[in-house]
């Protein structure tokens, strides 16, 4: 089976282990690390076995982090004129990624005009700011107690993540058919 062929029907709950009980689609927002983390481990498990074929956790880890990243943020973007408002596609964040505090939040997003970056721009004062895409694998260029804050402050209310989500609405985000607007 193919990666393409792989279509779950529900989230992949662990059974066992540190994150048991725990949803593989709620650590995406919780403990992306690990998710990458079971995928390299499950890709070195095949590579070593020969390629046979894959497992189902494995092809779900797969299918999951593509998932991830192919998901479009859904607010609109608040440097645009207020009457026709593109959505945002990038964030802003100051300070040190791999470093102890970065400032972030909905304010230092933009959509793909150049104004708006620009207004994001002129905020900051020593132009001390770095943009990244609305992705959930830039989180691996931030120290972990900054992927928190850039979870909380960001990507969570840019995807319309809500903390109450269940495991099963989570499944749904990430298993929605996203089309990046024309
Ligand atoms: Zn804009």
Request: charged share 30%; with cysteine.
């Amino acid at each position: 089976m193919s990666i393409g062929e792989y279509r779950p029907t529900g989230p992949w709950v662990l059974q066992s282990g540190k994150n048991e009980d725990q949803a593989l689609e709620q650590l995406m927002i919780r403990k992306y690390a690990t998710v990458l983390w079971f995928l390299r481990k499950r890709n070195e498990g095949w590579e070593r076995g020969g390629r046979r074929s894959k497992d189902r956790f494995h092809q779900h880890l797969e299918w999951l982090v593509k998932q991830g990243e192919s998901r479009i943020p859904i607010c609109p973007c608040p440097h645009c004129p207020k009457d026709n408002p593109n959505t945002i596609t990038r964030f802003s964040v100051i300070g040190d990624p791999r470093g102890n505090q970065i400032s972030c939040g909905m304010s230092f997003t933009a959509c793909d005009r150049e104004e708006c970056k620009r207004k994001v721009d002129d905020q900051t004062t020593k132009n001390n700011n770095s943009w990244y895409r609305f992705k959930f694998s830039v989180l691996n260029e931030f120290s972990k107690s900054n992927q928190t804050l850039l979870l909380r402050t960001v990507l969570r209310p840019g995807f319309g993540i809500d903390k109450r989500m269940s495991k099963q609405d989570l499944f749904e985000f990430f298993a929605a058919e996203n089309h990046i607007a024309a």
